[in-house]
């Protein structure tokens, strides 16, 4: 569990709000280590958020999102049962997967 | 827990083209394909809009929310919500950080015009939000100030 | 960026002075509300969570040379008890016939559960600013999120909690170090702050239990959770004391105090901190 991931995903008069929080550093690439060595640039790049099967989000993004990044969007027509699935990929060719099911 | 990136990209390929088979937007589709790089390494406001295809237009159709003054600018909360029919697509930019976009979502059909996130603001300045509403950017700018709290870092 | 706050905080001064309000009273609000706006913003929505998630793992994981996991660990309540334990720390255990607060108590469960040797779990027991979580700072972020509305309840039963109390308290007034500071230099008056930032009271209940309750707490500067051992020894780093030993009799001393000054309070951690 090195970079755990946490949606919540709540559906309210048919608009489901979701809610994640990712754990990423997202370095910008301008700081320095204690040792005054530069810190490699370390970010998410592109976000994908999917209802199911359908895209109900994407993102592209650079260094300044803030570390342990905290994303909140809302759709329409989720229904108990159904999934939400967000992705995402970073510069360095990491990637996280996360899927929660709608209560 | 972590996919490979190879199976991300087939499972990203696709939504997208699942995406695209819906047929009502397709435009938006493709945009969601491009990174728009140059907009993302540009140094200035002007750069980014370049990046993005032209200048927006002031609107008061998109609300923004942002703290007057934030204790630490490493984390800025920002609320983008738009009310311009057709919104497409929602940038954030910070105009006085190394690059001031920070971030571009695309919102698809079903999807409220609405993104909620945390940003870092290196200096007191106004933060941005552009629309991509019909094919035109829309804008909207409000100013967060930046402190430091207690006692250092 | 320095100037900027200087002037920004000296324009709000001339014009607060204008307007004739006492200068406690401008100290105290200009504390508390100049952030609410922004602290109100993140609502429930503590990256916290992602380290108590960490924690939650770790607990369960079987781990060291005897390959056991901590679900066996007693913080007070009994092997296993996690719900509303943390709100009831420090205090005496009878095993090791000392007071113990979490963090020492975790310690010892990793040795005596797990096997590591204590000088390597204390060696570095919190993350450096950049790094993944310690797995001290993990599992005290589980462990506070399980006590999570439990009322605090520092118990003062034993003549071991007691004398930690008041060896705590002694230390907190002790003034010392090349500033000549004590702890309640900067926390035991009301309505001061520094910089823009309001400075708890910790001699006083509602500041005392508003402060205890949030920590552990993510500190947004550092990136994540930091814990109370951390916090102590972050305060007698600013006072420029030598560096105050994690488990030490005056560190879970200060943490008995103001545990105890904030009993009552239900529980909110981790918090979310500047």
Same mark, same amino acid.
């Given at each position: 569990?090195?970079?755990?991931?946490?949606?919540?995903?709540?559906?309210?008069?048919?608009?489901?709000?979701?809610?994640?929080?990712?754990?990423?550093?997202?370095?910008?690439?301008?700081?320095?280590?204690?040792?005054?060595?530069?810190?490699?640039?370390?970010?998410?790049?592109?976000?994908?958020?999917?209802?199911?099967?359908?895209?109900?989000?994407?993102?592209?993004?650079?260094?300044?999102?803030?570390?342990?990044?905290?994303?909140?969007?809302?759709?329409?027509?989720?229904?108990?049962?159904?999934?939400?699935?967000?992705?995402?990929?970073?510069?360095?060719?990491?990637?996280?997967?996360?899927?929660?099911?709608?209560? | 827990?972590?996919?490979?990136?190879?199976?991300?990209?087939? @499972? &990203? $390929?696709?939504?997208?083209?699942?995406?695209?088979?819906?047929?009502?937007? %397709?435009?938006? +589709?493709?945009?969601? /394909? =491009?990174?728009?790089?140059?907009?993302?390494?540009?140094?200035?406001?002007?750069?980014?809009?370049?990046? @993005? &295809? $032209?200048?927006?237009?002031?609107?008061?159709?998109?609300?923004?929310?942002? %703290?007057?003054? +934030?204790?630490?600018? /490493? =984390?800025?909360?920002?609320?983008?919500?738009?009310?311009?029919?057709?919104?497409?697509?929602?940038?954030? @930019?910070?105009?006085?950080?190394?690059?001031?976009?920070?971030?571009?979502?695309?919102? %698809?059909?079903?999807?409220?015009?609405?993104?909620?996130?945390?940003?870092?603001?290196?200096?007191?300045?106004?933060?941005?939000?552009?629309?991509?509403?019909?094919?035109?950017?829309?804008?909207?700018?409000?100013?967060?100030?930046?402190?430091?709290?207690?006692?250092?870092? | 960026?320095?100037?900027?706050?200087?002037?920004?905080?000296?324009?709000?001064?001339?014009?607060?002075?204008?307007?004739?309000?006492?200068?406690?009273?401008?100290?105290?609000?200009?504390?508390?509300?100049?952030?609410?706006?922004?602290?109100?913003?993140?609502?429930?929505?503590?990256?916290?969570?992602?380290?108590?998630?960490?924690?939650?793992?770790?607990?369960?994981?079987?781990?060291?040379?005897?390959?056991?996991?901590?679900?066996?660990?007693?913080?007070?309540?009994?092997?296993?008890?996690?719900?509303?334990?943390?709100?009831?720390?420090?205090?005496?255990?009878?095993?090791?016939?000392?007071?113990?607060?979490?963090?020492?108590?975790?310690?010892?469960?990793?040795?005596?559960?797990?096997?590591?040797?204590?000088?390597?779990?204390?060696?570095?027991?919190?993350?450096?600013?950049?790094?993944?979580?310690?797995?001290?700072?993990?599992?005290?972020?589980?462990?506070?999120?399980?006590?999570?509305?439990?009322?605090?309840?520092?118990?003062?039963?034993?003549?071991?909690?007691?004398?930690?109390?008041?060896?705590?308290?002694?230390?907190?007034?002790?003034?010392?170090?090349?500033?000549?500071?004590?702890?309640?230099?900067?926390?035991?008056?009301?309505?001061?702050?520094?910089?823009?930032?309001?400075?708890?009271?910790?001699?006083?209940?509602?500041?005392?239990?508003?402060?205890?309750?949030?920590?552990?707490?993510?500190?947004?500067?550092?990136?994540?959770?930091?814990?109370?051992?951390?916090?102590?020894?972050?305060?007698?780093?600013?006072?420029?004391?030598?560096?105050?030993?994690?488990?030490?009799?005056?560190?879970?001393?200060?943490?008995?105090?103001?545990?105890?000054?904030?009993?009552?309070?239900?529980?909110?951690?981790?918090?979310?901190?500047?």
């Amino acid at each position: 569990m090195a970079s755990p991931m946490r949606i919540r995903a709540k559906t309210t008069d048919g608009v489901t709000e979701v809610k994640a929080l990712m754990s990423h550093p997202m370095e910008t690439g301008m700081r320095k280590d204690a040792d005054g060595k530069p810190i490699p640039a370390h970010y998410i790049t592109e976000v994908t958020a999917t209802h199911n099967d359908k895209l109900v989000l994407h993102a592209y993004w650079g260094p300044a999102v803030s570390q342990n990044p905290f994303l909140n969007f809302r759709f329409k027509g989720g229904a108990a049962g159904d999934t939400v699935t967000i992705k995402w990929v970073d510069n360095q060719g990491e990637s996280q997967s996360e899927q929660t099911a709608l209560t | 827990m972590n996919y490979p990136r190879r199976s991300f990209l087939k @499972l &990203g $390929g696709t939504a997208l083209a699942a995406l695209a088979t819906t047929a009502l937007w %397709p435009l938006r +589709a493709l945009a969601a /394909a =491009v990174r728009p790089e140059a907009a993302f390494v540009a140094k200035d406001l002007e750069g980014t809009y370049k990046g @993005l &295809g $032209g200048m927006p237009t002031e609107s008061a159709e998109i609300d923004l929310s942002t %703290p007057d003054i +934030a204790e630490n600018g /490493a =984390v800025v909360p920002i609320n983008v919500t738009s009310k311009l029919p057709g919104t497409e697509e929602i940038y954030i @930019l910070v105009e006085k950080n190394p690059n001031p976009l920070a971030a571009m979502f695309t919102i %698809p059909e079903g999807t409220e015009p609405f993104v909620s996130l945390r940003v870092k603001v290196a200096q007191t300045c106004n933060l941005i939000a552009v629309v991509k509403a019909g094919g035109k950017l829309y804008s909207t700018a409000k100013e967060t100030k930046v402190t430091l709290g207690g006692c250092g870092g | 960026m320095k100037m900027k706050n200087g002037l920004f905080a000296a324009l709000a001064w001339v014009t607060l002075a204008a307007l004739n309000v006492p200068a406690a009273a401008v100290a105290q609000d200009a504390g508390d509300d100049i952030f609410a706006q922004y602290r109100e913003m993140f609502g429930d929505d503590n990256p916290a969570e992602l380290i108590e998630l960490q924690g939650e793992d770790l607990w369960s994981q079987t781990r060291g040379p005897k390959k056991a996991s901590l679900e066996q660990c007693d913080l007070g309540l009994g092997p296993g008890k996690l719900d509303g334990a943390y709100a009831r720390l420090p205090r005496y255990f009878a095993d090791t016939k000392r007071v113990m607060d979490l963090e020492t108590r975790l310690i010892h469960c990793m040795v005596t559960l797990q096997g590591f040797a204590e000088k390597d779990l204390v060696a570095k027991p919190f993350s450096g600013r950049g790094d993944q979580p310690s797995d001290l700072e993990a599992l005290s972020a589980f462990i506070a999120g399980r006590s999570r509305g439990t009322p605090i309840e520092v118990s003062q039963a034993h003549a071991q909690e007691r004398a930690a109390y008041e060896r705590g308290k002694a230390f907190f007034f002790y003034r010392a170090g090349p500033h000549d500071f004590s702890c309640a230099t900067c926390h035991s008056q009301s309505g001061k702050r520094i910089r823009l930032q309001a400075l708890p009271n910790l001699t006083e209940a509602a500041d005392a239990r508003k402060a205890y309750a949030t920590w552990p707490g993510y500190r947004i500067s550092e990136g994540t959770v930091r814990t109370m051992e951390w916090r102590m020894g972050d305060c007698a780093r600013q006072q420029r004391l030598p560096e105050l030993q994690f488990g030490s009799d005056i560190a879970i001393g200060l943490i008995t105090y103001l545990g105890v000054m904030a009993n009552g309070e239900p529980m909110n951690a981790p918090g979310l901190k500047r």
